[in-house]
């Protein structure tokens, strides 16, 4: 089948639960851990020095300060905080990603602070002044991608095909309504198969430039390797965007 589109293919790196190794040799961009709620020097080291092999490219995956909690408590963080926060997690990595023959190339927030930043413009600030100019990746909506828009950024859109959508439930599909809540029924989609047909049904959706394999789901690697075949198979180029 002739290509017909192109599509991102990312995954949660450097978060010391999933085989790195095996997703980078799958997936085309890499959000790495930056220390906060995951990861440490070594670890954010062999990810780049292996993504830089493999062409994949590196995104700085930001978070609270929270690796008690994984990232995913919700904290009210001042604004001051937050930005200095982030911008110290871009350039440990960026310094990092440089020694490997690389560059940070975008920023995603992390866990609460991902589904803060769509709603909560103070915080949505703060990221985007802490990683200063980067290109943003985040849920389509989200008030950080208008806000960096306006600002004349770049705003990169992601699925999850591994997450329940709220839209589901109204009948709007896949893509709409953010995500289920982590714990509720219907959070999480764990077949391979299952990822892979909805990975294709959000690239063909047009509403997003990249699809996100969740690194420390189980299964991570199978999951990522049965969304790019199934990609592949529908006619996507998954390059990164």
């Not at 943003?136 to 004349?152: R, T, Y």
Request: glycine share 12%; with cysteine; aromatic share 4%.
């Amino acid at each position: 089948m002739d290509v017909v589109a192109r599509i991102d293919l990312n995954a949660d790196l450097g978060e010391g639960v999933t085989d790195d190794q095996g997703l980078l040799a799958v997936v085309s961009s890499a959000n790495v851990a930056c220390g906060y709620h995951a990861g440490d020097v070594p670890t954010m080291t062999a990810v780049c020095e292996e993504a830089a092999g493999r062409g994949v490219v590196v995104g700085a995956q930001v978070s609270y300060d929270d690796r008690e909690g994984f990232g995913r408590r919700a904290l009210d963080v001042p604004y001051d905080l937050l930005r200095d926060q982030v911008a110290a997690q871009v350039g440990v990595l960026d310094d990092i990603a440089r020694n490997a023959g690389t560059l940070v190339a975008y920023v995603k927030p992390h866990g609460a602070l991902y589904h803060r930043v769509a709603r909560d413009e103070e915080q949505a600030r703060a990221v985007l002044d802490g990683s200063h100019p980067l290109p943003v990746l985040g849920l389509p909506g989200a008030l950080i991608l208008e806000l960096a828009e306006a600002d004349g950024r770049t705003a990169w859109r992601e699925g999850f095909p591994d997450r329940g959508y709220l839209g589901e439930r109204t009948g709007e599909g896949i893509g709409y309504g953010g995500l289920v809540p982590r714990g509720e029924e219907g959070d999480l989609v764990e077949d391979p198969d299952a990822v892979a047909e909805r990975a294709v049904a959000l690239a063909r959706s047009g509403r997003v430039d990249s699809v996100c394999v969740h690194g420390d789901s189980r299964g991570a690697v199978a999951a990522a390797r049965a969304v790019r075949a199934a990609l592949a198979a529908a006619g996507f180029e998954v390059r990164p965007v």
